[in-house]
């Protein structure tokens, strides 16, 4: 079968770093991406991984191990407008799969 | 147009009648998706187009739900009967393409905001 784990929420304080983990099970695995979507909005891509290694787009950055199945989206110097859903989702070779989203909460 | 256009915005229809949704994905998309959002929830997949390939059909909820692909382009996702557990935001998205090599990013219209009454 196939999933996709992320936490349903995370609390932080803005100007610090948050980390959101995302875990898969999946076959055809391509690589992983992340979007954003904020309330009322539609969501945007924001990253996509598909070798092992970090990517970084500045504040933002993401990870993959393959081999673990295992990624993460990382988030520095919080803003309150980071406040928003954040959707993993695996590109499989024949489809794109999201996950349920994780609910950032930003604290001031 | 410059990005995935989505109509109506939002539609208000009464229990028992049917409702079409339209999508116009960007030119040159051949990958096409609908989904449905409820309110703070995550996307559920509905159904997905591909070229000229069957549309995966995998997440439609039942045989109320449909959509066409007309000419590779535009679609509609029909729901016959509507029910009050169908109001939700319906999303589309198109992309060039899960082996397209970019990631297949996805490209989401604003929504419809389905309300049955």
């Known amino acids: 079968g196939q999933s996709l784990e992320q936490p349903s929420e995370v609390t932080a304080v803005e100007g610090a770093i948050v980390q959101i983990n995302c875990t898969y099970q999946?076959?055809?695995?391509?690589?992983l991406s992340w979007y954003q979507q904020h309330d009322g909005g539609a969501p945007t891509f924001l990253s996509y991984?598909?070798?092992?290694g970090l990517e970084e787009t500045g504040r933002f950055s993401s990870f993959l191990s393959r081999s673990d199945s295992y990624g993460y989206l990382l988030l520095q110097e919080l803003q309150m407008k980071d406040s928003a859903s954040y959707f993993c989702?695996?590109?499989?070779?024949?489809?794109?799969?999201f996950g349920k989203g994780t609910r950032l909460h930003i604290l001031p | 147009g410059a990005g995935v256009s989505q109509s109506p915005s939002n539609k208000v229809t009464e229990k028992g009648k049917d409702v079409e949704l339209r999508c116009d994905p960007i030119s040159g998309h051949t990958a096409l998706y609908w989904y449905r959002q409820s309110l703070g929830q995550g996307l559920e997949f509905l159904i997905y187009f591909q070229g000229n390939s069957a549309p995966d059909k995998s997440g439609l909820p039942s045989d109320r739900f449909s959509a066409e692909r007309t000419g590779g382009s535009v679609s509609t996702l029909t729901i016959q009967r509507t029910q009050q557990e169908d109001s939700a935001v319906y999303l589309c998205a198109s992309s060039l393409g899960a082996t397209s090599g970019s990631g297949d990013i996805q490209y989401f219209g604003a929504g419809t905001r389905l309300s049955v009454l």
């Open positions: 999946t076959s055809g695995f391509y690589g």
């Open positions: 989702a695996v590109n499989r070779d024949d489809k794109i799969i």
């Open positions: 991984n598909a070798l092992d």
